[in-house]
Each structure stands twice: as C-alpha cells, then as structure tokens.
C-alpha cells in the first residue's frame, strides 16, 4: 500500500476553504515556430501522459481509511482523464504581466478536487508578446497539492516532465508494477493495516526513545546558553497586518534577479546566497511596513522551511521542517542587515540539526485525521489565528534546475513559484533558482497583501540599493520589474 506519512496528510487535514494547501509554478515558455497555442495544448497531453509512470501523483488519487483510523492511501484513478487536468486559460486582454499575475492570483486561490488526482496544468494563452509575434509564448500555471510533494521533490517532478534539448528524449516503458497498481483496497485491508502501522509507531517511540531524549537535552543547553541561540527571538513575533485570518481571494506578483549577483554580494559580505535573499526580503518588508506606517520595533520572525532529505534523495514526498530566523527589519543599514540574518540563520540551522531526532513524518493514531481536521475548521471560524503568531512571514528558497529545459518543444523562460498563504501568516515569498536566475513569487491573502507589486517592488529596490553599496562599480542587473517601473506586456520575458 502506498500511505501517505503523517507529513503528507498534514497538509490534508490542514486544509479549509479559504486556505487551501496546493502549490504550483508558472513556466512562460516560447513556442516552437509555426505551432499555435491550440496545436501545442493537443500534442502537450500525449507528451505529459507518456511520463506519468516517472511521476506517480499524475494518476494516484486519494482512497480513505475508514473510520478515520489512520492517513489516507494513494491509488490509482481508473477514471484517469487528462484532458481535465491539462486545459486552456486565456489571459485578459492585454495580456501583460499585470494580467498574468491576476490571472495566477485567481486560479490560486480556487480549491482542488479531491475525487481526482491532486494536479493541474492550466495553459495561459493570450500573452502579449511585446516583439509583435503573434502565439509566440504561453504559460504554465502548474499545481499540485502539498500532500504530494515539497519544493525539492516539486524540483525533480519538473525535470522529469520535461526534456534538456527541444526534442523529445526517450522516455523509458513504465515497469508491470505501475500499471498493475490497485485501483481500490478493501476495508479489511486497510483496517488490518492502520493496526499495523499504530502498532509500529509504538515500536518506533520506545527504540528511539534515548535518541530523541539526548535530542531533547542539546536543544535546553542551547536554550539556556547565553552564548547560543535557537535563531529567533522565542516571543511571539510582532504584530502586523499580514497576521490575520485569512479571506478567499489572493494576490500576487513576481520578480527576477540574477543569481551571480547575489553571490557577489555574499561574497563581499562573508553571506551565503540564502542569507542575502533573507536579508533582502527582510529590507523590502521594512520598506513596505514603514511606508505604510505599520514597521514595529521588534524584527519580524521569517518561518523557513527545512529539507530533512539525505544527500542525492528524491523521492516525491514531504520531508521538510520549518526554522525561525530573525529579518532584522528593526536595522536601517542593509550590509548590517545582512550579518544579523546571518547570524540568525546560522543558528537556527544549528538548532534544526540537533532536533532532528525529533522531528518524524510518522504519526498513526486513531481518529487523528478527524482531530487534525476539525482542529483546522476551528481555527478558520473562530478567528484564533488573529493572535500572536510564531512567525509573521514564511520565506523559503528552493534550488531548481540549472540548465534550460523544454516542454513539448518549447523553451521554458521563467519559472516563478507560487505558494501557501496560512491563517496567521497571510504571505509568503519563495524564490526557485532556474538557469542562473532566482525567480521571486508573492503569495498573500489580499486582505493581508492587497498590493503584492508593491512589496516586490520593495524587495527588488532593496536588493539594488544593498548591491549599490557592497559593489558600487556593477550595477544590478535585475528583471525591468523594478521600484517604479510600470507593468506592462513588454516586460514579459522576450524570446532571444
């Protein structure tokens, strides 16, 4: 049986209706010459088809345990219809990226069909081209649920599903055991195998019990050593307005900056890339909190996610946990910036490690789903997540390809990603790196962030102003997305 972990589900029994638990990616990509967008959608269903057995979520969908005695399992759709997963979404006209990114906002935030598999591929059509080609470039806004994958198994998916050169590799024959996979187990069986996997998960506690004990002990020395840290203030982090319950609609926006510059700028600041990209995005939520009259004195507290994956593993699943890491928004001086996040991150990581043994995406117990779940509802109609919150803003960097892949012939020119907005922490900014570029996504709940643009603007002024300073004699190189710069179709990515 293929049972989703304790991990997976999580983000099941976590989801509601106005907080929906997908996350997707927006590929543009230029059209093969003489294609049409019609001829492309027609031909992409076979290309994705003929992969799924490399991608088992294309085809699994959700099947109960009963009586909520243990996680759900993954079996495969008889009914399988890629035709309702793969479908054509044509842009408002003039199809710029103002239109683009309300588009994505939009399809975002509608909840997915769990009698399916839990993906979609919507093909964005209409796209103003700015070189006045017609037909020349469409979108992919591809999601799926969280239950299926983090970012770094959503990273492997992507290759797997597309090719390095612009015609299509062989893809190997999918093995007997794929296409023999059930369709349905009975209720014995999966009341036979709850049992099982409680019974394990008691196992499990007692053998590992010295292991997570001296896990438990690190953690309170370091708690209590003046001269460590767990990488963020342990108070509740500051109030803001981008912590409040969540309503249904969504904003977003997107934005580009070159990986070799960020480098740069670590290496002159002794930084790795990610504590630049913390640093940045902690500078563009002080500009944008000032500017609104709403900075507090306190750093804002970012939730990063961790991957807990070995070395070279890359199985599709969840394996990731979340660390704290003060932004330093109480610091005006940016180069000073960037050594307080740094400092933060370095011991939160620090902290992640030793509490590793205690971290597990096994839990079986009975009737946990059912708790988990009206726990999720009661949070969402009560309005509990209008308090202190642990963390204000989640910020999580993913590393994606590095060589330009295609897609049924076409070349893929970005790769945004698009996350999670959660009761409590209504935005969140993920960067994927893609080909040399780190590619920027805003996600937020619009009463939360009813102006993602401007945030990213923000963010992205940020990051000139900080390279300004640590590398006066190169300019920064950003996408044209910058502080002031209007929105419109020909800062669309350009086909070369």
Not at 373 to 387: I, Y
Not at 430 to 440: A, F, K
Request: charged share 20%; with cysteine.
């Amino acid at each position: 049986m293929y049972k989703l972990s304790a991990t997976d589900a999580g983000f099941l029994y976590a989801e509601t209706p106005l907080s929906p638990m997908h996350v997707a990616s927006v590929q543009v990509l230029a059209l093969p010459d003489g294609v049409t967008e019609d001829e492309f959608i027609a031909t992409l269903r076979p290309y994705i088809a003929g992969r799924s057995h490399m991608v088992p979520y294309i085809t699994n969908r959700l099947q109960d345990t009963p009586f909520d005695l243990d996680h759900p399992l993954w079996v495969r759709d008889p009914d399988f219809d890629i035709s309702r997963h793969i479908y054509r979404i044509d842009v408002p006209a003039p199809g710029g990226q103002a239109e683009l990114e309300q588009t994505i906002a939009e399809l975002h935030a509608a909840p997915m069909d769990r009698s399916r598999p839990l993906w979609e591929m919507a093909v964005l059509c209409g796209l103003a081209n700015g070189d006045g080609i017609k037909n020349r470039r469409v979108a992919y806004y591809s999601r799926v649920h969280h239950a299926c994958l983090d970012g770094m198994a959503g990273q492997a998916a992507t290759m797997k599903l597309m090719d390095s050169e612009p015609e299509s590799q062989n893809v190997p024959t999918p093995p007997s055991v794929f296409t023999e996979r059930p369709a349905h187990h009975s209720a014995a069986s999966l009341l036979v195998d709850a049992w099982r996997n409680f019974t394990a998960m008691q196992v499990d506690q007692i053998t590992r019990w010295p292991e997570r004990l001296t896990a438990a002990a690190r953690l309170w020395q370091r708690a209590l050593d003046p001269s460590k840290s767990l990488g963020a203030p342990q108070a509740p982090a500051p109030k803001t307005v981008f912590n409040r319950p969540l309503s249904a609609a969504r904003t977003y926006a997107v934005g580009e900056v070159p990986v070799a510059d960020i480098k740069a700028v670590g290496r002159e600041l002794d930084a790795r890339l990610n504590d630049v990209f913390l640093a940045v995005c902690g500078g563009g939520l002080r500009r944008y909190l000032e500017a609104k009259g709403d900075l507090p004195k306190a750093p804002l507290i970012a939730g990063c996610p961790v991957s807990l994956r070995q070395p070279g593993e890359a199985s599709l699943n969840n394996q990731v946990t979340m660390m704290q890491v003060a932004l330093g928004t109480d610091i005006a001086n940016a180069k000073a910036r960037v050594a307080v996040v740094a400092a933060s991150a370095r011991a939160a990581k620090a902290a992640t490690v030793e509490a590793a043994p205690l971290l597990t995406g096994e839990a079986a117990l009975p009737g946990l789903p059912t708790a988990l779940r009206n726990m999720a509802l009661w949070t969402e109609r009560t309005g509990v997540a209008d308090g202190p919150q642990p963390i204000n803003v989640v910020i999580s960097n993913v590393p994606g390809p590095r060589q330009t892949l295609y897609s049924n012939g076409a070349r893929m020119l970005t790769h945004y990603p698009v996350s999670i907005a959660a009761h409590g922490t209504g935005v969140n900014l993920t960067v994927q790196s893609y080909d040399g570029v780190l590619y920027l996504g805003i996600t937020a709940c619009a009463k939360a962030l009813p102006d993602a643009g401007r945030l990213r603007d923000a963010i992205l002024t940020e990051f000139i102003n900080l390279k300004a300073a640590v590398l006066p004699a190169k300019p920064a190189n950003v996408h044209p997305l910058a502080a002031t710069a209007p929105l419109s179709a020909e800062m669309l990515p350009r086909v070369a």
